[in-house]
Every structure is written in structure tokens, then in C-alpha cells.
């Protein structure tokens, strides 16, 4: 495996002329456009494309069963940074940079914040498929109204709105804390906005004293400042996002507030219709006053992406199949079903082909100025870091653990 | 040198015929063939690989490493895995303390014969044909702090907060648990009440005994072996127990229900640690040997004596 791992530009590419090569992606209801996208591939191609989907709960662990061995295939779903970084580093990606070259457009047809978070060690190994998830920060503008309140612009709008709310018997920040990751995300975006995203690649570089820096410490300050205002109520742990507790607290109005990603639209949507045609209000993480990071950063998940295993005989039609990332006909598709692609083609069937032209363009807007888009800590980090990066995040969010407890927690992580 | 040899014949012959009646009387091990090399195939082999696997170091991807005891070394510093064995005792003492009890009183009341006990006791039987997952869905929905009972509840429940708190977790665990598993003992209770010779009572009755001292002095003795059966029945599943906890808590609020065998499944197929993965599995698999060894021992379960025996 060794051998072919370095980086031997200029040798012809891998190429079979007949036979077919295997697509594997997460599944779900977005596999109809999947689908359409393979049988239009195969209606030109002598090679032909085979879709194979892994029910999304078993996704990743199966992925990774499977990649070193010979039922591995040619192409796969998965997140971009921490979740390929350990098949980089064993040697089983194919860097894409080869076949950019020959074909710009692979790279310049995306957004260029979302294309990098595919990037290891300065290399390409993925192309932007599906949506973009960034986290934004929901509303019930009915709550608000009611209250005298409107959207936070800054941190102290945000204080000043979460005792408005108390003041009206309201929760005012509703948190799917038993599932843990959207506890993390409140992390995420303060850290940003303290630090600024350069924190997060000095941690994840193995530069393990920036979790103790003075910044990570007003960070842990802030957020504290916000729990002990009671922002979140007293009974977040028993609450969860998968089954839909937090986003029906905010729909039923019992919670004002919700930070979470950008398909709590299509959730909503599931929970109550009425509620998001007429009441449900979003816009951007607040500023935080004083701090380095820029107030137009976003974080969450950046977008899905195609990796291409090394192993592969059918490198030429691969790097065809995935032009189809960027044609006009896949950014339609994507949209109708209310993912948002993140090509620069997106803008100009937003008004027509996406289920709501208003949300879409919000989002496509703040996805597109954001100078900075981190990925959530749990996929930014190997997947083995995971778990206790949830556990610590919850933990000082209960006061299980102070500020040393949480960046003693972060700094015993593994970077790869 | 004859004589010796004249014993030797006779001892063959003895020895000869002794097996040739064992053939007749008993089953040969030939009987025992396919259960055994299924036995081998399904739980000795797979036993004897994860013991391979908890000595090496492997995510998965590539080829194992060989990691000596290090997985072994480090499992037993680790804070988080002394915790889980001692929460997955606790959360088994707790359910032999609950559900024993019920079962014994609620097993012996429905051992009677009666048209509208048969009606209830089927009824009582429903929750043992669910799938623990659809269980624990059923109960995080019944229990959610905002909409579900404690909503309506709030004399009782405060603010709900009930899988927030360690203590109020582990109870939520052991209540479901005994809400699921307590008709199937139940059931082995009442099968063995009726068991128990009439005359017994018969007997107690001419001698002016109650009804509470027949229970004590004549149902709960001869109860004894099927007390044995469900209490090792218990402590096996409680340090299994798995679904619950993973769909009610996550191992959560932080690691305080992470128990042993929540914690294997998390170092193993979401952290993609499967060295020290199989370390857990095999320490669990020690541990709930020798529990069940203890219960057997202690309660002379291994002496095997009748039920019959001193009537």
C-alpha cells in the first residue's frame, strides 16, 4: 500500500474501458436524486455506475469495515475532514489534484470555504455533493413578539432577550441536550466567535495548549454566563433532538430560541406546517463584542462529498461522473428537494426550483460571505475523539466539570 | 504371571459389559454431537477470537497490530471503565431487588385458577412481547420532561429533568427494565407454584396455619430452585443490558450510565477501538461467570437436591 501512496503525478491514470464501478453513499430519502444522477451518468458512459446505499445509522461504521477490504468501493459518501483523515493517513484515498488539473472546473464550480473542508495535508479528496448544513439560529416570532423582543445582532442582545423571556415564563433557548452534539454547537459557534477559527486548527494540529489559552478560557466564560442566566431552562439533558422534543418546544412555543442546523427547517416542516409558514423566524450566530473571529463565520457541517478509493481501475470515468456535481441539472434536483448544493451555479435556480426561495437564499447568502466554515468539532476530530469530546461538552453544561475539567478533557483528545 | 493375567481378562470383561448396559441405558455422547459442534462454532470460536483481538490494536482499517496488554493496562486506568462495571452492578443488584419480589407475589397470585386472573395475566403479559427498542421509545416519549407525564406532573416530577441526573437515569433504567422483564419471571414463579404439592397446604390447613404462613413456611421453600433460575436469568441480562441504554441515555449525563456494556459498543463501533472493545466484552464475560458461579454455590443450587425431598 506504501508504494503507491506517494504522490507520483504525470503516470497515466488507471483506466478500464468496460465494467462498472461502485458509488456508495448514506441512505435516505435523498438517494432518489443519487439515483437519477447515476442512471443519467450510465445513459453516455461505456462504464457504468452502480449506486449502492447503507441504511445512515450503520453508515459510517459499516464504511469503515469495509474500505481496506476487497468489497470497498470505488467511490464514497462522507463529510469531508475527520471522517476521511483517517483513510488519508492509511493510505486508501486517491488526492483529486490530477484530475483538477485536468479539469478546473471540478474546483472552481464550488464554493471555495466548503471545497477546503475535503482538503488534508494541502490535497484534494473530495467533491461537494448534496446540500450545505450550516447551524443558524431559529426563532418562534410569535414568542418574540409577544415578549417585546426581536432576532439577536449580539451577545448582549442575546442576555437581554433570555431574561425578557424568563420574565415571560418562557424557555427561552430550547436544547436537544440528551443527544449531546446540539449542546456542542453553542460551543462551536462561541469559540468561533472568541477566537476566531484558527483555535480549532491549532487544536486539531496537535498544538493541544490553545484549548488553554486565554481565549478558550473567555469562551468557557461566556457560555457559562449564559447557562447560569437559566437560558436553557432546567431539564435540557432529558430533552432530544431525534425525537423531535427541542424543535417541538420551539414550534409550540414553549421556547423561543433554537440553535441548530440548517435541516431543522425541513423537521419543522414535518411538525407543524402552519407554524413555520407563518411564525418561524432565522438569521445568523450573534457577534460577540471584542473577540477575533469574524461575525460573518458559520459553522456546521460544510457539505456531504465523493472520495474516490486509489484502488480504482476506472479513474477516466470516475472524473466524468463527477462533473455531474456541478451541472445545472443536479443543483435543480438537489433544490427541489430542499437541499441547498453549494456550486456557484446555485444562486440562479434558487428563485425557481427550491421549495423555499426565501430560506435558501438567506442561508446560500451567509454560506457564500462566510470567510470561515468550521466544521463541527465531532467531524473535524478522528471519529474515535467523538464521544468524549460530546460527554465534556455536556458535562460543563451541568457543572459536572469546570473550565480546567473541560480543557484538561480536550486537551487528552487524539489528533491524527 | 497366569493369575495376573486371569484378572486382567476378567476386568476387560467387566469393564466390557459394564459399556455394553451404559448403551443400552443411557444415550451415548453421539446424542450430544450437534449441539456441541454448534456450541463450538457459535460461542467457543467467537470467544476464542475476541480474546485474540482484545491483545492487538486495530481501527478497522488495514491489518491488525499486535499491542501486548496494553489494551488490558489501559482499561484498567481508566476511570470511565471502573465506573461502567460498577454502575453495571449496580443496575443488576437493583433489578433482582425490584423485580423479584413482584414477580414472586404477582407469580403466585396468578398460579391460582380463577377465569379472570388467566384474562389479567395476559394482559400483564403484553409488555414481554415488545422489542426492548420499541420499549424505550415508548418510555422516552412517555417520560419527555415537556410533553409527557412529568408535564402533567409536576407536583411530582419538578421540572422532568429525570435522564438529567444520574440518579434519576439509573432509576428510569431499572423501572424499565422491570416493566419489560417482570412478567417473564412472573412466569417462571407461577409455573413453579403450581408445582407445589396440594397437600402441602392441605396439611398446614388441618394444622390451623394461615395463609401468610403457608406462604412463608411452604411457597416461598418450594420456590427455591425456580428463585435460583430467574435470579441468574436477571444478573446475566442486567449486565447485558444494552438497548435501553442506549436509546433512553446515551450512556448520558455525561458517563454516569455509561455501563460495561454501553461502553464496549462505544470504544468499539464508534470509537473504532476493537482491541480494547474485546478487552470489555471478555472482562464482562469473566465477570458474569463468576457471578452466577457465586449465586449457584451459595444457594446449594449445585447439590441439585429434589423438591420432593423431606415432604
Known sequence: MGLAACGSSGGVPKQATSGSFHVLVYGDATNKVEQEV????????????????????????????????????????????????????????????????????????????????????GKSYGIPMRGTQPVLLFSNTKVLKSAGISQPKTWNDLLADVSALKAKGVTPIALGGGDQWPTQMWFEYVYDRIAGPDLLQKALSGDKSAWASSDSKKALTVLKQLIDAGAFGKNYDSVKFTDNGSPKLLATGKA??????????????????????????????????????DPADVVGNTNNFYSVLKTTKYQAAIAKFLTLMYSDQFVKEQLSIGNLPTTTNTRQFISTAAASPAYDQFQYGLVQKAPSFALSWDQAYPPSDSQPIRTAVQQFFDGQIDQNGFIQAMQSLSTS | MTSIARTVAIRRGRQRSAAGTDRVARPGFAWALPATVFFLLFAIVPLVLVAVLSFVSWGGLGSPQWAGVSNWTKLFHDPVMLQSLWLSLLLTVLGVAVQTPVSIFIGVWAAGYQRNRAVLSAIYFVPLLLSATAISVLWRALLDPNFGIPSQARWLFGSGNLLGSQAGAMGVLVFVGAWQYTPFHTLIYQGAARAIPRVLYQAAEIDGAGRVRQFLHITLPQLRNAMITSMILMVVGGLTTFDTVLILTQGGPGTDTTISAYYMYRKAFQGFDFGTGSAIALLLVVVATIISLVVVRISGYDKMRSMAEGV
Open chain 1, 256 to 293: 423561543a430560541f433554537e440553535l441548530m442546523g440548517s435541516w431543522d427547517y425541513s423537521t419543522l416542516q414535518s411538525i407543524s406546517p402552519d407554524f413555520v409558514k407563518t411564525d418561524l423566524g432565522y438569521g445568523a450566530f450573534p457577534s460577540i463584542p471584542g473577540g477575533k473571529g
Open chain 1, 38 to 121: 447515476v442512471a443519467q451518468f450510465n445513459k453516455t458512459s461505456k462504464v457504468k455506475a452502480v449506486l449502492d446505499t447503507i441504511p445512515g445509522a450503520d453508515y459510517q461504521a459499516k464504511l469503515q469495515t469495509i474500505i481496506g477490504t476487497q468489497q470497498a468501493p470505488d467511490v464514497f459518501f462522507n463529510w469531508g475532514g475527520g471522517s476521511i483523515s483517517p483513510f488519508v493517513k492509511a493510505g486508501l484515498l486517491l488526492p483529486l489534484d490530477d484530475m483538477i488539473k485536468s479539469n478546473p472546473k471540478l474546483k472552481s464550480s464550488f464554493l471555495p470555504s466548503v471545497f477546503s473542508s475535503a482538503e488534508v495535508n
